[in-house]
């Protein structure tokens, strides 16, 4: 709207300037000595007038355009904060349901989750931040260590031999550097048609208290079940903590991962065979 203000007091000026300049051609001198504008003075004015009016008239167009723009952008600007909250609402009841009801373990996952985007969760305003650099503009990576292979399959069955199962098991530190792992790893089977699981063994950790694992790098290691009891799912509930490369954020991983010898394929178990499965290999591993 200034911009429409300032160009409307140009084009006075220059109408004025005009106006000036052509006065001995726009008018008749009287017999009295006085000036009367002729048909072509007329003319001038009117086309000087309509000059001086329409930068005000798009002016005001404009403003208006631009103010139905504005309110457009923030009703769905509310919209979708709308949305965000409402899933922001859905996600924290999925994963109070997949890690239980633990507030402290709940916002863990959460901000673990948040910050593989560089987001931070506000509690008091339930509100989804960018995460700012501090003053000095140091970035602190936040690792997310996580079950993760390159071809999809981070639990892989590669082998029968001598009655054991030959597994090999792929840990990526996402976004961060992370080290100083205190790591469990427990094994249960079960038959394809079976609803019962059976408790296998502790798998041997590879990551330990002096590791460090590089951002993004891949840590694959191979380990073994017997198939005394024969068996097509293996699960593995994966439990323990981490720290960031400073060594000062600790972190919490628990999930349960399984694999289908049948079909070389893996997924993640379900909320409530994951409490029956936390309590068989809790009874055998006390």
Not at 150 to 167: A, H, R
């Amino acid at each position: 709207m200034f911009t429409a203000l300032f160009l409307t007091l140009a084009q006075i000026v220059t109408a004025i300037v005009g106006v000036i300049a052509a006065r001995d051609v726009i008018t008749d001198r009287l017999h009295s000595g006085r000036r009367k504008l002729n048909r072509l003075g007329r003319y001038l004015i009117t086309c000087a007038f309509l000059m001086v009016l329409f930068p005000l008239i798009a002016g005001v167009i404009q403003s208006k355009i631009d103010e139905a723009k504005e309110t457009s952008r923030k009703i769905e600007t509310e919209k979708h904060d709308s949305i965000l909250r409402e899933e922001y609402r859905k996600s924290v009841q999925q994963i109070r349901r997949d890690f239980g009801d633990s507030n402290n373990r709940t916002l863990t996952v959460i901000g673990q989750t948040l910050a593989k985007y560089k987001l931070g969760l506000d509690t008091a305003e339930q509100k989804i931040n960018t995460l700012v650099k501090d003053s000095m503009n140091v970035k602190t990576e936040q690792p997310v260590l996580a079950v993760v292979s390159p071809d999809g399959i981070p639990i892989k069955f590669l082998k029968f031999e001598n009655g054991l199962n030959y597994y090999s098991i792929n840990f990526v530190s996402q976004d961060g550097a992370s080290c100083c792992f205190d790591l469990n790893i427990s094994a249960v089977v079960r038959d394809s048609g079976d609803a019962f699981a059976t408790y296998k063994t502790k798998i041997p950790v590879r990551l330990t208290k002096t590791d460090v694992l590089a951002k993004n790098a891949f840590q694959p290691w191979n380990f073994t079940i017997d198939n005394s009891d024969p068996y097509d799912v293996m699960y593995l509930w994966i439990r323990g903590t981490y720290y960031d490369r400073t060594k000062t954020h600790k972190y919490t991983l628990e999930e349960i991962d399984f694999n289908r010898k049948s079909s070389n394929t893996c997924g993640k178990l379900g909320q409530d065979s994951k409490r029956d499965l936390m309590v068989l290999v809790s009874r055998n591993e006390k």
